[in-house]
């Protein structure tokens, strides 16, 4: 499937020179992914990061915008807190997992680059 590349306003923010997956590309089987918790998508064009709380599934660039370190760890390991917040190992930025939001810590006022996903039969996909 084709891609898209990143708006420019995103993808400076994100200081990310890559392409999102097209809809209906699959990213990561459902249950491969912790609830709640996260994991990179299978897609190599952009690091991609799914969140899982509950129904709750969500995917973002794998990019703090406070200072452009992953948001996961290298083992792929996520930190979420209180099945609501993703937490950047690095400085503590929490974001909200539903928006992406700034939810505190030194990202204050920015947010994370959303990646439009879906779940089709068991599978994460692309929106």
């Known amino acids: 499937m084709d891609a ?9 923010g994100a ?14 089987a459902l249950d491969a992914i912790p609830d709640p918790g996260g994991a990179p998508a299978d897609y190599a064009p952009a690091p991609i990061l799914i969140v899982r709380s509950g129904e709750t599934v969500t995917a973002f660039l794998n990019v703090c915008p406070h200072q452009g370190r992953p948001l996961c760890l290298p083992s792929g390991r996520t930190l979420v807190s209180e099945g609501r917040f993703l937490v950047c190992p690095f400085h503590g930025a929490s974001f909200d997992i539903a928006t ?11 947010r994370l680059t959303a990646v439009p996903v879906q779940v089709a039969d068991g599978m994460v996909v692309a929106a």
């Open 15 to 28: 200081g990310v020179s890559a392409a999102l997956p097209a809809p209906g590309t699959a990213l990561k």
């Open 4 to 12: 898209f590349p990143l708006d420019a306003e995103s993808a400076a």
């Open 100 to 110: 992406g939001a700034c939810a505190g810590g030194p990202a204050g006022g920015s």
